[in-house]
């Protein structure tokens, strides 16, 4: 077992919850991240703008897409053009529901909500959850400009109630709805919220019910006609928290991917504190946006947004060659992190009997013939000689012949750029539902193995033979 503490062990879980409490939305959660980052004197990049002499060896920066993907990154005091990228890598978003750009909707005396559905959620879980909104908001500034703005209702403000069993008595037998006309959440009796409305004649011309549009203005302390446009997301307003009759279990929503977001972020900015001086590469943490949706975006894994940052880091070191950037290619590594399907205790015969990982036991390895992960026996030889050498446990998951395997970020990436890449990450139970629950432990682990990656990635690459 791994020579954590307890108090670590314990801590790291808290920081986690810490963590998925503030993000209920992917918006949130870079905006977290963003400030814990500024709060560790890393210094933040603008896209738009010129890096040429704006990076230096032993500097610390970061820059966001979008406000819902971040890329951070430490530059090794010895670092030369050509040198390579420890780069670990995860994903911001979550399955959830989404508002429709005209989501007013009334039906039996009720204000109802349109919704999209994003990613692919358990979705039977979303019934009889206290919701709230989340997410982005466009307001204009009152000089013909906008400013993006973050907003997150903390009261449960609509829900989907499940029908009564005895207007369904096959219920227990199957539970089956419909996505468009069953899923759609309750705001509102019509009644009360005309009551309540300042401008009801105004609202007839709204893509959104007034009475949830004011509730927005009056969160931002900004006038309805000032709501330019938004991106909302819906959330289960309990809130995460340690459970189990040992403390030994995380319960929340968004685990998948929050988990390894923050193992990421956290494990980067304490890798700084040993090391970077001497560090050769550049230690890095990408987050992306829309992997639940395949990741084709310009804030996705399969955008270019890698891509150009490792040019732009190469190009702006002076004596960096035409072949810089291919030569830091072939020199770096990319560790993928997705949380793992632990093994269900009720439902055992879903994984394959060598190959069923469990919560407590640490991170999971994920691998598959068939390329659908990008790990090889090169690239888990690496992690598990740094996981070996500062006694951190490892699992394997492979997926049964029988069933259906999914994917992640490090495929895409991988073929993308030749990058030589490994998936892993923490295993959870209840994956994709509106609440999932992974292991305390877990989390320490996590972060002390990609600490350890950062670490010694460069000096153990050098023993690694693979052409």
Not at 116 to 135: I, K, P
Not at 220 to 241: E, G, P, R
Request: glycine content about 8%.
């Amino acid at each position: 077992m791994s020579v954590i503490s307890k108090a670590q062990l314990q801590r790291q879980a808290e920081q986690l919850v810490t963590f998925v409490n503030m993000a209920p939305s992917p918006f949130h959660a870079i905006d977290v991240c963003r400030n814990w980052l500024r709060g560790a004197q890393f210094t933040e990049l603008k896209e738009k703008k010129s890096w040429d002499g704006a990076i230096k060896p032993n500097g610390k920066y970061f820059f966001t897409r979008n406000g819902s993907t971040i890329v951070a990154f430490a530059v090794g005091g010895k670092f030369r053009p050509g040198n390579g990228m420890s780069i670990v890598a995860a994903h911001s978003d979550s399955p959830c529901l989404k508002l429709k750009p005209v989501s007013k909707k009334k039906s039996s005396g009720m204000l109802q909500v349109g919704v999209q559905l994003y990613g692919g959620g358990l979705w039977h879980t979303w019934f009889d959850r206290d919701l709230s909104v989340a997410g982005r908001v466009m307001v204009r500034d009152g000089s013909g400009g906008y400013v993006s703005r973050l907003v997150a209702i903390k009261e449960p403000i609509m829900s989907i109630p499940s029908l009564a069993i005895h207007l369904d008595r096959s219920a227990n037998d199957g539970f089956k709805f419909n996505k468009e006309t069953h899923l759609t959440p309750v705001l509102a009796t019509v009644s009360k919220a005309v009551n309540s409305e300042s401008n009801s004649e105004t609202g007839e011309k709204l893509a959104h019910h007034p009475v949830l549009l004011e509730r927005i203005a009056k969160q931002l302390d900004v006038k309805v006609d000032s709501i330019a446009d938004f991106d909302l997301c819906l959330y289960d307003t309990q809130q995460a928290l340690i459970g189990g009759i040992c403390n030994e279990l995380v319960y929340g929503a968004r685990l998948d991917n929050l988990n390894s977001s923050y193992c990421a972020i956290e494990a980067l900015i304490n890798s700084v504190h040993e090391g970077l001086a001497e560090e050769t590469n550049v230690r890095m943490v990408a987050l992306f946006d829309n992997e639940e949706v395949g990741s084709t975006s310009a804030n996705g894994a399969d955008s270019a947004l890698l891509e150009s940052t490792i040019r732009r880091i190469q190009a702006s070191f002076n004596g960096a060659g035409q072949a810089a950037f291919e030569e830091a290619i072939a020199n770096s590594f990319l560790v993928s992190s997705d949380v793992a399907h632990a093994v269900h205790p009720n439902y055992s015969e879903k994984h394959e009997e060598n190959h069923r990982p469990e919560m407590q036991k640490g991170p999971t390895i994920k691998i598959n013939a068939n390329q659908r992960y990008a790990t090889t026996a090169a690239t888990s030889t690496i992690l598990k000689e740094i996981a070996s050498r500062n006694n951190i446990p490892l699992q394997e998951f492979v997926i049964r012949n029988d069933s259906a395997c999914g994917s992640t970020i490090g495929p895409l990436l991988s073929a993308q750029l030749g990058l030589r890449t490994i998936d892993i990450g923490n295993p959870i139970l209840a994956m994709h539902s509106i609440r999932e629950v992974c292991g305390t432990d877990d989390v320490a682990l996590m972060v002390k193995l990609f600490e350890r990656f950062f670490a010694e990635f460069a000096e153990l690459d050098a023993k690694v033979q693979v052409d």
